[in-house]
């Protein structure tokens, strides 16, 4: 059988979609060999058969012109020095991430800067003076040079290799702009002191020889830069997610030595079998069994349950929980890049370098628009000369050809209307991190919400009160009482809610409740003491039970009707009589059921998706108007990946909402990820859209945003491609008048950015 291993390769010097699929293809064409390219996180995944180098697949990436070298997994970390400060371990920013963006910032800044004088002055005849166009050669030249090498290099390399894309197109138009602008200038009429652009609007030959495009070349450049600018801040936000899920794990733990001693050292010196101390507060280190002590572990980051687990000796516990109580001695049984939290890491980055790459539209017509460009522009040039051997007259058309071609208002198609898109959406609530994720919102038909955080509101709150025994005395205030001055004194999140509650439903605050004496927490039962001469008992059917109070069945039907109803219910009786029931739920947002229909009336099918068990599922369901064949309970972390891939193995284009670190390999497997914006760093940057609100309402606008902005991008893209498509033929024909050219460019500009600004009235 053959063996195959694996390997992570870093790849520099992609530019686009087109790019990581022509490594990606060329990888794959080695036998035995299956790669996957990531240009978001810029990274290959390769699977490899025996008699396969890494170096020969490092050299077939170099061969395309990029760069490549493999990720070596760090070694473990060392004993450090005395007195030295240890690592936390979190993986730190590459240079790349850090400098792209703020490079192509600057080159933006000082190209903008320079075209702006430029465009106004060929544009306006009103502003041209005597050698006007010498300044905006000055102003030009390092823009095209300087501001357009990325481009430059970029269409070299594809001219290695035999292909085209936008970088191609942007070169050619540019260069072919600012070499014809030189010729006018140095061997022409255009330099002369008295030159003038006039506007006409008749199509007839024009004078090549004293006619620059000066305000071309440097105007293409400096918007491309814009839209290059836009892509690169969203690229590295796109790799931070990988960071903020390790960051949530502990930096350093409580070793307890043989001899009893406790020692505090990094998280990465933990080895499998090591007893560690986590004490109230404190992040569990790793994965592990509990050997001593008793406590309730907050899980809600990792598992999305609401209610913290009650664990004691033997049982297991995982890396990146809180103990939100008693202290624990954990025996560790995981470590390094075999805990859950590692493994929930991989998740993320499996499903993002799953994630099939949208390729650009002006990238995928550029591939074919730039070969035919440049066909059109020779086969002019040649039939100019077998025609009238006037080598000017075929110069200048076919030098028209090229300049007509050149992507001015492509280059505003996608970057205005995302940028008045995204602006829209930050006062809506909404954030949209890039025009790669508006495409799948048109396709969407099906949308996953998770339970916790997103549809509820994450918080337990008091329900319903039950008083058991009004006819003995007991009655509703009296219940509310002392069972929120008990529980007044636990910080349980069950008890935090019914102290809460309490207060509220009596009309005072939680501090002016009656303080319990003889307080005790019995650990995963609940809790007991005196209140105001009573002995009161709150907490399980089990704790009342041992403790011999009476008339315990009369509460039974009431626990059972409150989790039929997916509650917690807790049980409180005093002076040994059962006395009620109050129930504990985590509250479905008000804004909830409206919003699921918001969804419905967009086409979506709304689905429900939760770790907590089957009752409260389809209580919340039931509550929001979500049928029950959509409902799914009691999904661990890594099956919530599952049920959004088995959804699309049925044909359904999946849209995912959460807000919980459990959620973010499913938000990065999903076509489309919405988190909510109240939930963790690590849902947030694994997603698509942000809900910045925490309203679930915000998911409906959201993709109608998104589909709006994505029609207007394409709107654009038409009208730009239009615009070069119909000027062509008389390009070709000699008949271009080269203010023709500018004033419908401008006028194509003026489109496009008027289309985008109408996404502003989006409501």
Same mark, same amino acid.
């Given at each position: 059988?053959?063996?195959?291993?694996?390997?992570?390769?870093?790849?520099?010097?992609?530019?686009?979609?087109?790019?990581?699929?022509?490594?990606?293809?060329?990888?794959?064409?080695?036998?035995?060999?299956?790669?996957?390219?990531?240009?978001?996180?810029?990274?290959?995944?390769?699977?490899?058969?025996?008699?396969?180098?890494?170096?020969?697949?490092?050299?077939?990436?170099?061969?395309?012109?990029?760069?490549?070298?493999?990720?070596?997994?760090?070694?473990?970390?060392?004993?450090?020095?005395?007195?030295?400060?240890?690592?936390?371990?979190?993986?730190?920013?590459?240079?790349?991430?850090?400098?792209?963006?703020?490079?192509?910032?600057?080159?933006?800044?000082?190209?903008?800067?320079?075209?702006?004088?430029?465009?106004? /002055?060929?544009?306006?005849?009103? /502003?041209?003076?005597?050698?006007?166009?010498?300044?905006? /050669?000055?102003?030009?030249?390092?823009?095209?040079? #300087?501001?357009?090498?990325?481009?430059?290099?970029?269409?070299?390399?594809?001219?290695?290799?035999?292909?085209?894309?936008?970088?191609?197109?942007?070169?050619?138009?540019?260069?072919?702009?600012?070499?014809?602008?030189? #010729?006018?200038?140095?061997?022409?009429?255009?330099?002369?002191?008295?030159?003038?652009?006039?506007?006409?609007?008749?199509?007839?030959?024009?004078?090549?020889?004293?006619?620059?495009?000066?305000?071309?070349?440097?105007?293409?450049?400096?918007?491309?830069?814009?839209?290059?600018?836009?892509?690169?801040?969203?690229?590295?936000?796109?790799?931070?997610?990988?960071?903020?899920?390790?960051?949530?794990?502990?930096?350093?733990?409580?070793?307890?030595?043989?001899?009893?001693?406790?020692?505090?050292?990094?998280?990465?010196?933990?080895?499998?079998?090591?007893?560690?101390?986590?004490?109230?507060?404190?992040?569990?280190?790793?994965?592990?069994?509990?050997?001593?002590? %008793?406590?309730?572990?907050?899980?809600?980051?990792?598992?999305?349950?609401?209610?913290?687990?009650?664990?004691?000796?033997?049982?297991?516990?995982?890396?990146?929980?809180?103990?939100?109580?008693?202290?624990?001695?954990?025996?560790?049984?995981?470590?390094?890049?075999?805990?859950?939290?590692?493994?929930?890491?991989?998740?993320?980055?499996? @499903?993002?370098?799953?994630?099939?790459?949208?390729?650009?539209?002006?990238?995928?017509?550029?591939?074919?628009?730039?070969?035919?460009?440049?066909?059109?522009?020779?086969?002019?040039?040649?039939?100019?000369?077998?025609?009238?051997?006037?080598?000017?007259?075929?110069?200048?058309?076919?030098?028209?050809?090229?300049?007509?071609?050149?992507?001015?208002?492509?280059?505003?198609?996608?970057?205005?209307?995302?940028?008045?898109?995204?602006?829209?959406?930050?006062?809506?609530?909404?954030?949209?991190?890039?025009?790669?994720?508006?495409?799948?919102?048109?396709?969407?038909?099906?949308?996953?919400?998770?339970?916790?955080?997103?549809?509820?509101?994450?918080?337990?709150?008091?329900?319903?009160?039950?008083?058991?025994?009004?006819?003995?005395?007991?009655?509703?205030?009296?219940?509310?009482?002392?069972?929120?001055?008990?529980?007044?004194?636990?910080?349980?999140?069950?008890?935090?809610?019914?102290? %809460?509650?309490? @207060?509220?439903?009596?009309?005072?605050?939680?501090?002016?409740?009656?303080?319990?004496?003889?307080?005790?927490?019995?650990?995963?039962?609940?809790?007991?003491?005196?209140?105001?001469?009573?002995?009161?008992?709150?907490?399980?059917?089990?704790?009342?039970?041992?403790?011999?109070?009476?008339?315990?069945?009369?509460?039974?039907?009431?626990?059972?009707?409150?989790?039929?109803?997916?509650?917690?219910?807790?049980?409180?009786?005093?002076?040994?009589?059962?006395?009620?029931?109050?129930?504990?739920?985590?509250?479905?947002?008000?804004?909830?059921?409206?919003?699921?229909?918001?969804?419905?009336?967009?086409?979506?099918?709304?689905?429900?998706?939760?770790?907590?068990?089957?009752?409260?599922?389809?209580?919340?369901?039931?509550?929001?108007?979500?049928?029950?064949? @959509?409902?799914?309970?009691?999904?661990?972390?890594?099956?919530?990946?599952?049920?959004?891939?088995?959804?699309?193995?049925?044909?359904?284009?999946?849209?995912?909402?959460?807000?919980?670190?459990?959620?973010?390999?499913?938000?990065?497997?999903?076509?489309?990820?919405?988190?909510?914006?109240?939930?963790?760093?690590?849902?947030?940057?694994?997603?698509?859209?942000?809900?910045?609100?925490?309203?679930?309402?915000?998911? @409906?606008?959201?993709?109608?945003?998104?589909?709006?902005?994505?029609?207007?991008?394409?709107?654009?893209?038409?009208?730009?491609?239009?615009?070069?498509?119909?000027?062509?033929?008389?390009?070709?024909?000699?008949?271009?008048?080269?203010?023709?050219?500018?004033?419908?460019?401008?006028?194509?500009?003026?489109?496009?950015?008027?289309?985008?600004?109408?996404?502003?009235?989006?409501?």
């Amino acid at each position: 059988m053959t063996e195959v291993s694996e390997v992570e390769l870093a790849v520099g010097g992609m530019t686009c979609a087109s790019c990581s699929s022509r490594i990606e293809k060329k990888l794959n064409r080695v036998e035995g060999v299956t790669a996957s390219v990531n240009l978001a996180t810029e990274k290959a995944k390769v699977s490899y058969a025996d008699g396969v180098d890494v170096a020969q697949l490092i050299a077939l990436v170099e061969k395309l012109g990029y760069t490549a070298e493999e990720i070596v997994p760090p070694p473990p970390e060392p004993e450090p020095a005395p007195g030295a400060t240890a690592a936390d371990g979190t993986p730190a920013p590459t240079t790349a991430d850090i400098t792209e963006p703020d490079t192509l910032r600057q080159r933006l800044t000082v190209c903008a800067v320079l075209s702006l004088p430029v465009v106004l /002055l060929a544009m306006v005849p009103a /502003l041209q003076f005597d050698n006007w166009q010498w300044l905006s /050669l000055t102003l030009a030249a390092p823009v095209v040079v #300087w501001g357009g090498l990325p481009f430059h290099r970029a269409a070299f390399t594809n001219l290695r290799h035999g292909a085209a894309t936008m970088d191609t197109l942007v070169s050619v138009g540019t260069l072919a702009a600012f070499g014809w602008s030189l #010729w006018a200038l140095f061997l022409g009429d255009a330099g002369m002191p008295g030159m003038r652009h006039g506007f006409t609007f008749t199509a007839s030959p024009g004078d090549g020889a004293s006619t620059i495009y000066l305000e071309v070349a440097s105007g293409v450049v400096t918007f491309i830069l814009l839209g290059r600018w836009l892509e690169a801040r969203a690229k590295r936000r796109a790799g931070s997610a990988l960071r903020v899920l390790l960051e949530l794990g502990a930096r350093d733990v409580a070793v307890l030595r043989p001899d009893g001693t406790e020692e505090r050292v990094p998280v990465g010196r933990l080895a499998v079998g090591d007893r560690f101390v986590v004490r109230p507060g404190e992040t569990v280190a790793t994965d592990g069994t509990v050997v001593e002590g %008793a406590s309730a572990v907050d899980a809600s980051m990792l598992t999305g349950e609401s209610v913290p687990v009650d664990v004691g000796a033997g049982d297991t516990v995982t890396g990146a929980t809180v103990n939100t109580s008693g202290r624990l001695v954990v025996r560790a049984t995981r470590v390094g890049s075999d805990t859950q939290l590692a493994c929930m890491a991989r998740l993320v980055e499996d @499903a993002q370098t799953g994630k099939a790459q949208v390729q650009r539209l002006a990238d995928r017509v550029a591939g074919v628009f730039v070969p035919v460009v440049l066909l059109i522009a020779a086969g002019t040039l040649a039939a100019w000369l077998g025609a009238t051997g006037d080598v000017t007259a075929a110069f200048t058309a076919a030098v028209a050809v090229l300049i007509i071609a050149c992507p001015c208002a492509l280059g505003l198609a996608t970057p205005t209307a995302l940028m008045v898109g995204t602006g829209r959406g930050a006062q809506l609530g909404i954030l949209i991190k890039g025009p790669e994720v508006l495409e799948s919102t048109r396709r969407v038909d099906t949308v996953v919400l998770d339970k916790t955080g997103t549809v509820t509101t994450g918080r337990m709150e008091m329900q319903d009160v039950y008083a058991a025994g009004a006819a003995e005395g007991t009655d509703e205030k009296q219940l509310l009482r002392l069972a929120g001055a008990l529980e007044h004194a636990s910080e349980h999140p069950v008890a935090r809610a019914v102290a %809460a509650g309490a @207060a509220e439903r009596l009309g005072t605050a939680v501090g002016r409740l009656p303080t319990p004496q003889g307080f005790e927490n019995v650990p995963g039962l609940g809790v007991r003491g005196t209140v105001e001469g009573h002995a009161v008992l709150a907490g399980r059917e089990r704790l009342l039970a041992e403790a011999g109070v009476t008339d315990l069945d009369t509460l039974t039907p009431l626990r059972e009707k409150a989790e039929a109803a997916g509650c917690t219910a807790v049980l409180v009786a005093w002076d040994g009589v059962a006395r009620g029931v109050l129930t504990v739920a985590d509250a479905v947002k008000e804004t909830s059921p409206r919003a699921v229909r918001e969804l419905r009336a967009l086409g979506l099918t709304p689905v429900l998706l939760t770790g907590d068990n089957r009752a409260v599922a389809d209580a919340v369901a039931q509550a929001v108007g979500i049928t029950p064949d @959509a409902v799914y309970a009691e999904v661990l972390p890594q099956d919530k990946v599952d049920v959004v891939a088995r959804l699309r193995a049925e044909g359904r284009v999946v849209a995912m909402v959460g807000d919980g670190v459990n959620d973010a390999a499913a938000l990065a497997t999903a076509e489309l990820g919405l988190a909510m914006g109240t939930g963790t760093d690590v849902a947030i940057e694994a997603s698509d859209l942000t809900l910045a609100r925490g309203d679930l309402r915000v998911a @409906a606008d959201a993709i109608r945003l998104s589909r709006k902005t994505l029609a207007t991008i394409k709107g654009n893209l038409f009208w730009a491609f239009g615009y070069n498509v119909a000027a062509l033929p008389l390009a070709a024909a000699g008949l271009l008048n080269p203010m023709i050219a500018g004033a419908a460019m401008a006028f194509s500009s003026v489109f496009v950015v008027t289309n985008s600004l109408r996404l502003r009235t989006f409501s």
